[in-house]
């Protein structure tokens, strides 16, 4: 009898254990994917919004909801990339230029959040820079939507203790208050790495310093995903026609640093289908 009670208990405690690390699931037909990035300074800002453009062009996102954000920057120094035109052929008119008006951008992503909340969907952002701007929205949306909603139905996502490093600390003690906010496992590290680890969720890694991928996405059959690299490329090219020269970039070695978008593989729960960076490469670059 007493073996069949710690069977049991030990059944109630691992349940209690998965129960504590659930996670809520995108639903296309309700929720909407904020996807926010610094560009500064550094470019693996640029190969990430190629990823997600990719990403957005591939079934397993059809009719997902979006609205992208330039400039979330935070208090880092350095130079912004702009990558407008990148914007513009990923995700259309659903952008806002953070870095040419803060305050607009704020009253326009309160205005796409503000609405989804009301209809009872969830608001997923990808931080993949700072939260600096997601507090100013957050502020401005609790004016119209109750505090409970917000805490349950806004979802932080972040990956990378750089960007909570370079946040301001009352901005983001304030979302980490106000939202529902998961630390995901570092983009840059291998998974299950230690130095990565960053709580329950770990993720892929999403960069190779190999040149071969970059040649491979622009000679693609899969010309509208081999155009947003291009493109990317050439960003990158403009801004640093010497080449990228921190040498912890793999972008400085011509290999791709898309990080970030471990924030997208995880949000959109794809799971096994993109757990690497090869089958990343495969599933959303390579395949029309």
């Known amino acids: 009898m007493e073996i069949k009670k710690m069977i049991i208990v030990a059944i109630i405690l691992n ?18 994917l904020i996807a926010q990035f610094d560009s500064k300074p550094d470019p693996d800002d640029i190969h990430a919004q190629a990823a997600l453009g990719s990403m957005l062009l591939h079934k397993d996102l059809k009719g997902v909801k979006y609205y992208a954000v330039a400039g979330a920057v935070g208090t880092q120094g350095g130079k912004y990339i702009d990558s407008k035109e990148l914007f513009n052929m990923i995700f259309g008119n659903k952008w806002t230029d953070a870095h040419a008006n803060w305050a607009l951008s704020v009253q326009k992503i309160t205005n796409q959040v503000i609405p989804i909340l009301q209809k009872g969907g969830k608001v997923w952002v990808q931080e993949a820079g ?27 996502v972040q990956h990378s203790n750089w960007n909570e490093d370079k946040t301001d600390s009352t901005d983001l003690a304030y979302v980490k208050d106000k939202t529902s906010y998961f630390s995901l496992d570092d983009g840059n590290a291998p998974t299950n790495a230690e130095w ?19 040649e491979l996405a622009k000679s ?38 898309y990080s970030d978008c471990v924030e997208n593989w995880w949000i959109f729960n794809i799971g096994e289908q993109a757990n690497d960076h090869t089958k990343f490469w495969n599933r959303y670059v390579m395949q029309k």
């Open 15 to 32: 349940v209690a254990v998965v129960s504590s690390f659930a996670r809520p699931i995108f639903d296309k037909k309700k929720d909407i």
């Open 130 to 156: 700072q939260s600096n701007i997601t507090a100013d929205w957050v502020q401005e949306v609790l004016k119209t939507v109750a505090a409970q909603v917000v805490k349950s139905n806004v979802l932080v």
């Open 196 to 214: 990565g680890d960053r709580g329950p969720y770990p993720t892929p890694e999403y960069r190779n310093k190999d040149s071969k991928w970059m």
């Open 220 to 257: 693609s059959v899969n010309k509208k995903a081999s155009k947003l690299w291009a493109t990317a490329e050439d960003i990158i090219a403009n801004k640093f026609p010497e080449g990228f020269p921190e040498e912890w970039s793999y972008i400085h070695y011509n290999g791709v640093d």
